[in-house]
């Protein structure tokens, strides 16, 4: 059963230090997302790849937050330094495109507190 | 920019009570407008894809529709197990790399 597995599921860290969520996209997918959702805001995109490529990441603070594709298997967002406004659950999704739309996967998200 | 607004932000149903949930849509050339369901604490599961208007999908007690301009998922004889927040995402023709643009979602309580 393939499946987008994110770690840690849960991260509480102080305001000030370094996080970083990890992804495994599903193999074979060539489109990785990274989502934030909040009660306010609803589902936000931060930033995407395309065979690891990053396409887009203008939905992210660029001072403080970094997306990376290292390879195929693995895809990084880090925060640095992190925020009490950073507190969110953090999608990634993968998707495989096509000629039609893109059906994107989701992970469990990580929830990240900052206090 | 594409834009997508979902109604009503809460449902609240009878076990059996069939209702529709509504999610309009701006974008400059479809490619794809995405059905998901999401249960707490979970991450958003996909249900269907629909591409042009006229088509429609059909999974369990739901169904999908499309419009140029709307999209309804109807929820027929809903059961408890069909509570959660449902969520309507659209690609456009011009979002480089397929990016989906989600809706606010729409959550729905079913009592037995």
């Known amino acids: 059963d393939a499946r987008v597995t994110q770690t840690p599921r849960d991260k509480v860290t102080e305001m000030g230090q370094e996080v970083t969520m990890r992804c495994q996209p599903i193999l074979g997918h060539n489109t990785v997302f990274w989502y934030r959702q909040t009660m306010m805001q609803g589902l936000e995109l931060l930033a995407y790849?395309?065979?690891?490529?990053?396409?887009?990441d203008s939905g992210m603070p660029k001072d403080r937050f970094s997306a990376e594709m290292p390879d195929a298997t693995l895809a990084t967002l880090k925060i640095q330094p992190s925020e009490p406004r950073d507190s969110a659950v953090y999608f990634c999704?993968?998707?495989?495109?096509?000629?039609?739309?893109?059906?994107?996967?989701f992970g469990q998200g990580t929830r990240l507190t900052v206090v | 920019e594409d834009q997508v607004t979902q109604s009503p932000e809460a449902l609240r149903l009878q076990e059996g009570e069939s209702s529709s949930l509504n999610c309009s849509y701006t974008?400059?050339?479809?490619?794809?407008l995405f059905w998901y369901r999401q249960d707490p604490g979970k991450g958003p599961e996909f249900l269907f894809t629909?591409?042009?208007a006229g088509e429609e999908k059909e999974k369990e007690r739901l169904k999908a529709t499309l419009t140029k301009k709307e999209s309804f998922l109807h929820i027929t004889a809903p059961k408890p197990e069909d509570s959660a927040t449902y969520l309507c995402?659209?690609?456009?023709?011009?979002?480089?790399?397929?990016?989906?643009?989600f809706g606010g979602g729409t959550r729905v309580l079913v009592k037995p």
């Open positions: 995402a659209v690609q456009g023709r011009e979002a480089a790399g397929n990016k989906l643009t």
């Open positions: 629909l591409y042009s």
């Open positions: 790849f395309r065979n690891r490529a990053p396409l887009d």
């Open positions: 999704a993968s998707g495989l495109i096509t000629t039609g739309g893109t059906e994107a996967f």
């Open positions: 974008v400059s050339g479809l490619r794809g």
